[in-house]
């Protein structure tokens, strides 16, 4: 399986910025479709932001405006630049990817790879 590890995770006021970052193996980046999936406490999985081999990219309403999804694919890594956070972000953050998911889909169940999650904390 591919392999995804995240980082970047931590501790942050509301209203401060954290930028995660997912490394992929066998620059996946390339070829795969990537997204960010994010899981609350008691929480099901939600989608939050997806980028295509070609730099297209869909994010969640919900945080449309605040976080971007970006890729460097010589170094096969996909970001997540989050700013003013908000205590409703808190949750472990994945990294996701497929090579089948289409228009990149905003269902969890369909990317087929994941990384162990890095934890975001947003603080009032």
């Known amino acids: 399986q591919v392999q995804l590890v995240e980082s970047g995770g931590g501790l942050v006021q509301a209203g401060g910025s954290l930028r995660l970052a997912c490394a992929a193996c066998?620059?996946?980046?390339?070829?795969?479709?990537m997204a960010w999936v994010r899981q609350a406490p008691g929480k099901e999985r939600e989608f939050v932001s997806a980028?295509?081999?070609?730099?297209?990219?869909n994010s969640a309403d919900s945080v449309k405006g605040r976080f971007t999804i970006s890729g460097d694919n010589a170094k096969n890594t996909v970001y997540l630049q989050m700013n003013n956070l908000k205590s409703d972000d808190t949750a472990v953050y994945f990294c996701?990817?497929?090579?089948?998911?289409?228009?990149?889909?905003?269902?969890?169940?369909?990317?087929?790879?994941w990384g162990q999650g890095t934890q975001v904390t947003v603080s009032s």
């Open positions: 996701a990817t497929s090579a089948t998911a289409t228009a990149l889909s905003t269902s969890p169940s369909r990317w087929n790879y």
């Open positions: 066998g620059r996946t980046f390339a070829y795969y479709n």
């Open positions: 980028i295509n081999w070609s730099g297209y990219t």
